[in-house]
Nanobody
Framework: QVQLVESGGGLVQAGGSLRLSCASSGRTFSSYGMGWFRQAPGKEREFVAAIRWSGSRTYYADSVKGRFTISRDNAKITVYLQMSSLKPDDTAVYYC??????????????WGQGTQVTVSS
């Protein structure tokens, strides 16, 4: 079993930056990467970014390209999401997940509890 814990959420003004962390208790052979999703009130869960444990391939939603950066620390089994130029529309609960790093939530096997990000104007 794998447990994921997100941290780093909070309140930030529009245009500001925030870095989220996702620490994992371990890996499984069926988990090839990590992803970040977000969900705002009244909206469906939305893909944000993903990264493979091996190699340097990354994937981003069009809405965050150029503003968000996903990275990893294999030794710490931790994934990060650096968010810059934040907008009020970025306000959501952010979740990290482990599995096959695609844009589809069904491809992930393990999920964190989520961390709230609020961007004010």
């Amino acid at each position: 079993q794998v447990q994921l814990v997100e941290s780093g959420g909070g309140l930030v003004q529009a245009g500001g930056s925030l870095r989220l962390s996702c620490a994992s208790s371990g890996r499984t052979f069926s988990s090839y990467g990590m992803g970040w999703f977000r969900q705002a009130p009244g909206k469906e869960r939305e893909f944000v970014a993903a990264i493979r444990w091996s190699g340097s391939r990354t994937y981003y939603a069009d809405s965050v390209k150029g503003r968000f950066t996903i990275s990893r620390d294999n030794a710490k089994i931790t994934v990060y999401l650096q968010m810059s130029s934040l907008k009020p529309d970025d306000t959501a609960v952010y979740y990290c997940a482990a599995g096959v790093p695609t844009m589809y939530h069904r491809d992930y096997d393990y999920w964190g509890q989520g961390t709230q990000v609020t961007v004010s104007s």
